[in-house]
């Protein structure tokens, strides 16, 4: 009973792939996604109008549904400070895009430890993981921080006038998050994220290692 109520602790944090393996493999998986979180966040985003878009949401959700909960978490807050380390483009360190990524990765982590039998409950556990990777890293954590942080700096032109022009008051918070999901498309890049979500880990299934974590 001890044993099963261990693995059973051990797999919130750790995924099936992970538990096999040596303290140093651990480190070392974590590594490899801590690197590719890098590479992500510097060179895999894009503008297309206003709209910044990047894999970051995809990949961070890959990452704890791949090495769990805290596996996930740990790679993908590294891979942000990192990342940051590495080229801060002259900005503060800004700890709440960190926390959101490696938040996202939890998440998906402790979502695909639900134990689902029917068909289609895959694809179930990944609309979990969308709905609330959304409200809890996307819209409380990230737009959170950045609301406070744009409060304190003093916001700018671009957000009075859109506040001010479609709600006819000062800037408050609902007014800065619907400048920043909507105006500013955040909710598109989460939208598409999403969607690659449900095409790559039903592909990644296949591959025979990661099929008892992707069920």
């Not at 140093?24 to 985003?45: D, G, P």
């Not at 970051?56 to 990342?83: K, N, Q, R, W």
Request: proline fraction near 2%.
């Amino acid at each position: 009973m001890h044993n099963a109520e261990t693995a059973v602790w051990k797999r919130f944090f750790f995924s099936e792939l992970l538990l096999s393996k040596t303290s140093s493999q651990k480190i070392a998986y974590i590594a490899v996604v801590a690197a590719l979180s890098v590479v992500t966040n510097l060179f895999l985003e894009f503008k297309f109008f206003d709209v910044q878009f990047s894999v970051t949401i995809l990949v961070s959700a890959v990452a704890g549904i791949i090495l769990g909960p805290f596996g996930g978490f740990a790679a993908c807050y590294i891979g942000d400070l990192a990342g940051y380390v590495y080229n801060s483009w002259g900005m503060m360190y800004m700890p709440w895009v960190g926390l959101s990524t490696a938040m996202i990765a939890m998440i998906g982590g402790l979502v695909m430890h639900i134990r689902l039998s029917f068909k289609g409950a895959l694809y179930v556990k990944l609309a979990i993981i969308c709905v609330v990777t959304f409200f809890v890293c996307t819209v409380g954590i990230n737009s959170t921080g950045f609301y406070f942080y744009n409060q304190a700096m003093g916001f700018s032109d671009a957000v009075i006038g859109y506040v001010s022009s479609r709600f006819g008051s000062e800037v408050g918070y609902f007014g800065y998050l619907a400048y920043r999901l909507i105006f500013k498309g955040q909710i598109y890049n989460n939208l598409v994220n999403y969607a690659l979500l449900f095409i790559v880990i039903p592909l990644l299934g296949t591959i025979k290692p990661l099929k008892t974590e992707l069920k």
